[in-house]
């Protein structure tokens, strides 16, 4: 589907350059640990240059629910996204870098809700594919978190929200940071533009593409009790794929406006 519960969606997006820079607010030196770990991070798949190299993707968002097909160009953020609702009417969602279209069966509609939906969800969607070459986004606050292990692994933490005027919300993500692979393993994140303090766990799955670029391929999400990860007892695991990748297919903004079937 092109949209996933409320609680588990950022709403901080906003389309912004993609050249690296981080907030210079504080130069201590455990803040200057937490920028170089943040670059290896992104390094680490591919970096911001190397994803845009690839130009463009298309694939097959998947989970328990159904699966839609993902369209997004790299500059710019376009993101286009193709879905079969509940009642079998299909969906096409489309948005251009500042406004989301939504068409079903072809026929364009202006009902408020739907495109509130296909914004929300066309910026989340591109978000979680391309989140952690993100994270070289300017507006960045970061510390040096300290390290804590999991499963063996003792892992560096970098805490990361926004500045003022940065997004929607103020949300914050706690990154577990392999020393090994110099992937982000896991997060921690929480969603205060719809009230929800109490964080939530990720877990990501990358697989290496063409350049060395590394998107996640599996996306494992349980609500946290609290900032040091531990699961919150009543919540369950959730899992996304994302599967069926190409790049470079050649897509235009006008392309995939136009694709509205």
Known sequence: MTHRPIAFVILLLLVLPTH??????????????AKTLLREAIAAVGGQDGMH????????YNTSRGRSEERYIFDGEISWGKSTQEDGTERVQFFDGKEAFVYLNGEKTTEKKAIESAFFSRKTNYYWLTM???????GLVYTYGGKRTVD???YDL???TFEDGVGVAKDRYLLYI???????????FNVTAVGRQDPILMKYTYESFPGGVKFP???????????????APDGKWGVRWFTDFSFNNGYTPESLKAQVQ
Do not use: C
């Not at 392999?178 to 921690?188: A, G, H, I, S």
């Open 132 to 138: 952690i070459q993100k994270m070289g986004d300017p």
């Open 158 to 160: 970098v805490d990361v």
């Open 20 to 33: 690296t820079v981080f907030s210079q607010n504080n130069s201590s030196p455990l803040a200057q640990d």
């Open 217 to 231: 391929v599996v996306r494992q999400s349980h609500a946290a009790a609290n900032w040091e990860g531990d699961l």
């Open 152 to 154: 063996g692994i003792e």
């Open 178 to 188: 392999n020393p090994y692979t110099k992937l982000v393993d896991q997060f921690l």
């Open 53 to 60: 190299a690839l130009k463009d993707v298309r694939y097959l």
